[in-house]
């Protein structure tokens, strides 16, 4: 077991390894849907072929019935009787004169004539198939492949007609294995007419109001609608079971599939290649002290006082340009680099800022926390030791989780409480953009609500989240929580939320991120005013 983890670690180190795995997964999937499909194709023009040959067939037979039962009919209302020169020339001018009756017959006990003279081709009769009130069928009087022999017979009084198995089969030739038969008693009995005996009654439950076309996994069966009540005529085929052909839609699929599936493989090998870059390059900004804190003052927003701020990381590369956070966080997040950075704005936090903080005790700084740090409790041994080593209170760092980062809200509430146990605050940032809910909020140990910016941008307009902040502020004021509206950009959001109660507010509206230096003065300046009034 060690050696097949170390394998796959192996594997999913290098990004080669990854891409092929990617292609070949996405190869399979899409060829695997591609045969789907060309199969799917297939059973569909196969349908449709049936519904074709049947139509056919019923069309045919209609004719055949139809010209059988009036040369039967013609025979029987002419007076001559026995084997005379007239019955003979009555015989064959019924069987010339109609295109699908083959031959004509009299048939009386062992006396027998027919239109075509010794050259007849119906085989002493046996009973009928089907004996009606007025016409007798014989059906299947020949399973040979001769188109000159008799393959159905009608017959009334001594009379018997019979059209050939070319008759039939001239419009639509069955495939090998197939039948056209005749079902009887109530679909119980199944007689074929052209073809082979089948197997009858299928599995499934067969009714005179079933639909046409009955799908078998090993043969296709339609039903075609007769005006008798007696019997249905059926169209029987094998499904076929040729192997899969290259046609017109494969030819596409097949090698569309296959580029798909290599640029599927190009894009996971370069996705992974850019994170392990970025990855690195994030590990080497660590190292080389690329990142930097500033930090956005947080308000009371009736007197306008800075009381704190919360510390933002930033990516300033060494060509000046800034890398967003949107970026690089994430990623932190999934290859557990964020760890460092927590550590590294903390450590940041109370070098710069350690001696304002033990100036004015009522000043704090919050540090975001990411999920993995909310689910453990190293956070708390850390800044411990930061704390002790700057001197400065625990009550001055607040963490700030968000709904998102609360994957066990059992666990994360212990770690919560033990952070506020010796001191520090606990913020819910981003509220109401996760999965919050009031049922396990009430459980969890927090101090503030901080309402998103999405929220404040909605203030005072028709927008359907207009009256979420509003909410948001009278459930935390039932929670004694105390609110801070993030995002404030004019004077009209803060004069509003300050008559809803929210108390604390950050935004442009009163000052943008700060460096160390800006934010001390800011706090100065403010602490001179205040010592004035």
């Known amino acids: ?79 001559v009787r026995g084997c005379s020169p007239a019955m003979l020339t009555a015989l064959q001018q019924v069987s010339l004169g109609s295109r699908f009756i083959y031959e004509a017959a009299y048939v009386d006990g062992d006396i027998a004539c027919s239109s075509r003279g010794d050259e007849r081709a119906f085989e002493p009769l046996r009973a009928p198939d089907i004996q009606g009130p007025t016409y007798s069928y014989w059906l299947n009087t020949t399973t040979e492949p001769n188109e000159n022999l008799a393959a159905l017979m009608l017959g009334r009084g001594k009379f018997v007609v019979s059209t050939s198995r070319g008759h039939l089969t001239d419009v639509v030739d069955l495939p090998p294995g197939g039948s056209l038969v005749v079902v009887l008693d109530n679909g119980t009995r199944a007689i074929p007419v052209l073809g082979p005996p089948q197997v009858w009654p299928p599995p499934s439950a067969w009714s005179a109001s079933h639909k046409s076309l009955l799908e078998l996994s090993d043969r296709l069966i ?30 596409l699929l097949f090698p569309g599939s296959l580029l798909a599936a290599c640029c599927i493989g190009w894009l996971v090998l370069q996705l992974i290649l850019q994170k392990r870059s970025m990855s690195s390059e994030l590990q080497n900004a660590l190292r080389r ?8 003052p947080i308000f009371e927003l009736d007197t306008r006082r800075c009381v704190g701020a919360e510390a933002l990381v930033r990516w300033r590369r060494p060509d000046g340009t800034l890398t967003s956070p949107d970026l690089f966080i994430p990623l932190a997040e999934n290859t557990g680099q964020i760890r460092q950075i927590t550590d590294f704005v903390l450590q940041r936090v109370l070098e710069q800022l350690g001696q304002l903080l033990r100036s ?14 909310v689910m453990v409790p190293r956070i708390g041994r ?12 625990a009550s001055q760092i607040a963490f700030e989780v968000t709904e998102r980062g609360l994957i066990d809200v059992v666990v994360a509430r212990d770690n919560l409480q033990a952070l506020r146990a010796v001191g520090h605050q606990v913020l819910i940032d981003d509220f109401g953009t996760g999965y919050s809910s009031l049922a396990y909020l009430q459980t969890l140990p927090v101090d503030c609500l901080k309402i998103d910016k999405a929220f404040i941008d909605a203030l005072g307009h028709d927008a359907a989240s207009s009256g979420v902040a509003p909410h948001i502020i009278r459930m935390a004021h039932d929670l004694h929580l105390r609110v801070i509206a993030e995002g404030i950009e004019c004077e009209d959001q803060a004069v509003l939320l300050s008559s809803e109660g929210v108390h604390y507010g950050q935004g442009w509206l009163f000052a943008r991120p700060l460096n ?18």
């Not at 001390?520 to 009034?533: I, N, Y």
Request: charged share 15%; with cysteine; aromatic share 6%.
């Open 1 to 79: 077991m060690p050696a097949f983890i170390a394998l796959l670690r192996q594997i999913f180190h290098h990004p080669w390894m990854l891409a092929i795995m990617a292609a070949l997964a996405s190869a399979a999937l899409l060829l695997s849907a591609s045969i789907g499909i060309a199969l799917q194709q297939m059973k569909q023009s196969e349908s449709e072929q049936m519904n074709a040959q049947g139509e056919r067939f019923l069309e045919r037979l209609e004719q055949v019935f139809g010209q059988l039962r009036e040369g039967v009919d013609l025979l029987q209302a002419q007076p």
């Open 222 to 251: 339609y039903r075609m609608p007769t005006k008798s009540p007696d019997y249905q005529l059926v169209l029987i085929a094998p499904r076929a079971k040729l192997p899969l052909k290259m046609n017109g839609m494969l030819w």
């Open 289 to 296: 002290g690329e990142l930097q804190v500033l930090y956005q």
């Open 360 to 373: 004015h005790p009522n000043l704090y700084i919050s540090v975001n926390l990411a999920a993995c740090d």
């Open 382 to 393: 850390v800044a411990a030791r930061l704390l002790a080593l700057h001197k400065v209170a």
């Open 516 to 533: 160390a230096r800006q934010f001390a003065e800011l706090v100065a300046r403010g602490h001179q005013t205040g010592s004035a009034m």
